[in-house]
């Protein structure tokens, strides 16, 4: 068996094992770190098995320079999604782990029946965490986010049956060599930005992060948005570059009102974890603000803030999380004054902060430097417009932590205990990403960059 099926299906073997032995949460997170141990030794390129001959479909997986980003952040951030859960319940590791493997092979598959299957897939996992394990409004919030999710997958559907019956393959690596029809182009980029999302395709977004448990957010924010991103990249830049190129005034507007709409109503939030919410739907437009400038400086950065914004949002998440077991509410009304009482939180908190507005030495500074840059060769006022949100997230995330840490105290009540060793050592490889990305981006820059599918600009 090769290490790119084991990496593959490891993660399957964990769930099927897990709904059969009771794991607890140290089994369950040693194993979650199988698949990232397995990456660090190494896989090959490319798995291929025939399928279903009859139409050429092809269990086809391959690893490339952009997949393996994406499969270090899925590897990264599942084991943090793990140590997040606050009460241990049989179901949710299988959950977790399935859904591990699923993404594995969406960010591997070469064929496009794979593509769509992996793609349909990790719904169901997130679906049922959101719906058992969220808030007291996790019912709607799973069936809006279900249904927005289902409206996607449909037309994503119905764009690979396009392809197949105008094209007779569903093998990407032939289909590049081809040019579709722009209607098909449409319909994938549309189901892409559904599930980013894409402004104004965001609807299901608010509800779901909120409501979702710490694990659930962590998943939604750091690595399913991500499946959009790699789908725009993937099929986009690798399948559709003409269109994307055409298109792209289109999109980036698009984009830049969404980085603004979700900064500005990150703002005016009371709830620290909707603010986090906007917060992360505003990066993700300013992601794709990167890739639909089509300057291949700006994809790259894209994709490498597409890594940072996994690394950051899972931290933030992580310790609106711990916040959160102390105040009993995720209102910033809950409690002021914490600085005092939960000094180490609060310096925790306020890191992760200064890596989410992008400071310079931290992780989202080099990404985004690289976007505005690529954005400043199309445009330099549309450059200046666009950093201007840099600003906005500094003022709502700090207004977040003068409301709650920094302002005149509240009385003292037992739950107001700092952190303890287990959540700062939990903490400490995030800081470390962080910090390493900052300072020493050039690896992750270096694996990204030879990607052949970039703009040549």
Same mark, same amino acid.
């Given at each position: ?93 299988? =959950?977790?782990?399935? *859904?591990?493997?699923?993404? %594995?092979?969406? &960010?591997?598959?070469?064929? /496009?029946? +794979? #593509? ?103 998943? =939604?924010?750091?690595? *399913?948005?991500?499946?959009? %991103?790699?789908? &725009?990249?993937?099929?986009? /830049?690798? +399948? #559709? ?103 180490? =939180? ?18 989202? #500074? ?92």
């Amino acid at each position: 068996m090769t290490m790119l099926l084991c990496l593959f299906l490891f993660p399957l073997v964990f769930a099927a094992l897990s709904t059969v032995v009771r794991f607890n949460k140290v089994v369950a997170f040693i194993f979650s770190l199988i698949p990232l141990a397995i990456l660090l030794i190494g896989v090959e390129s490319d798995v291929f098995y025939p399928w279903f001959k009859p139409l050429s479909i092809n269990f086809h997986l391959h690893v490339d320079a952009i997949s393996k980003v994406f499969l270090y952040l899925t590897a990264l951030v599942i084991p943090f999604s793990i140590l997040a859960v606050k009460r241990e319940s049989r179901l949710f590791y299988p =959950l977790v782990f399935a *859904l591990q493997g699923l993404l %594995i092979g969406f &960010f591997t598959a070469r064929d /496009l029946v +794979l #593509f769509t299957l992996f793609w349909e897939a990790i719904i169901l996992p997130l679906f049922f965490i959101i719906n058992i394990w969220g808030g007291e409004g996790r019912k709607s919030a799973a069936m809006k986010f279900l249904l927005y999710m289902i409206a996607g997958s449909a037309l994503l559907v119905a764009a690979v049956l396009s392809v197949y019956l105008t094209k007779g393959t569903f093998d990407m690596d032939q289909l590049i060599q081809t040019v579709p029809a722009p209607w098909v182009a449409f319909i994938f980029f549309l189901a892409f930005a559904v599930k980013t999302p894409l402004f104004p395709f965001h609807a299901w977004l608010p509800d779901a992060y909120y409501e979702a448990s710490t694990a659930g957010s962590i998943l =939604l924010a750091a690595i *399913l948005s991500k499946a959009g %991103i790699y789908g &725009f990249i993937r099929v986009g /830049l690798e +399948l #559709f570059p003409t269109y994307l190129a055409a298109w792209g005034p289109i999109l980036l507007t698009l984009a830049i009102i969404g980085v603004f709409w979700g900064a500005l109503v990150a703002w005016r939030q009371g709830d620290y974890k909707r603010l986090i919410a906007y917060s992360s739907f505003s990066h993700i437009n300013f992601i794709l603000a990167g890739l639909f400038v089509f300057y291949r400086t700006a994809e790259v950065g894209s994709v490498l803030q597409a890594f940072n914004h996994g690394i950051t949002i899972t931290a933030l998440f992580l310790v609106a999380g711990w916040l959160e077991r102390r105040l009993g509410s995720t209102s910033m009304a809950a409690g002021s004054g914490m600085a005092k009482y939960l000094p180490n =939180l609060c310096w925790l908190t306020l890191f992760f902060v200064l890596s989410s507005i992008a400071l310079p030495g931290m992780n989202n #500074f080099i990404g985004e430097l690289l976007i505005l840059f690529g954005v400043f060769n199309l445009n330099k006022w549309l450059a200046a417009f666009l950093g201007l949100t840099v600003i906005l997230s500094v003022v709502y995330m700090l207004r977040w932590m003068q409301r709650v840490y920094f302002e005149p105290a509240t009385p003292f009540r037992p739950s107001y205990l700092d952190l303890n060793r287990k959540e700062l050592l939990i903490a400490l490889p995030l800081i470390a990403l962080i910090l390493w990305v900052g300072f020493y981006p050039s690896p992750l820059l270096q694996q990204i960059e030879p990607y052949g599918y970039f703009s040549q600009r």
